[in-house]
Nanobody, 125 residues
Framework: QVQLVESGGGLVQVGGSLRLSCATS????????IGWFRQAPGKEREGASC??????YYSDPVKGRFTISRDNAKNTVYLQMNSLKPEDTAVYYC????????????????????WGQGTQVTVSS
């Protein structure tokens, strides 16, 4: 059974940092692209970052501030978030592509079918 569990969210001040974790089980992490998405109140969900066995992707709003990585031995994907802004406030979700061995770029062609429950990130000013 495929499972993804996010953790690491919380309340942080502007300019601070957080590291989100996405613990996975039920599949071989190295074979699948994992995406980080976020949804702010009243807004649509948007893709923030993605990592596959061959590439990474960052959306323009997070590029240069967020870093995605993964530890296949721990079956975990991380999202290091630095220089946080109030507009980064959202529920962050990780998701696994339904098909293996697909790159993240161009982003949007993956079929992210398995999702975690989300973790809240709040950036206060």
């Amino acid at each position: 059974q495929v499972q993804l569990v996010e953790s690491g969210g919380g309340l942080v001040q502007v300019g601070g940092s957080l590291r989100l974790s996405c613990a996975t089980s039920g599949f071989t992490l190295d074979y699948y692209a994992i995406g980080w998405f976020r949804q702010a109140p009243g807004k649509e969900r948007e893709g923030a970052s993605c990592i596959s066995s061959s590439d990474t992707y960052y959306s323009d709003p997070v590029k240069g501030r967020f870093t995605i990585s993964r530890d296949n031995a721990k079956n975990t994907v991380y999202l290091q978030m630095n220089s946080l802004k109030p507009e980064d406030t959202a529920v962050y979700y990780c998701a696994a592509d339904a098909l293996g061995f697909r790159p993240c770029v161009p982003f949007g062609r993956n079929a992210f079918a398995s999702w975690g429950q989300g973790t809240q990130v709040t950036v206060s000013s």
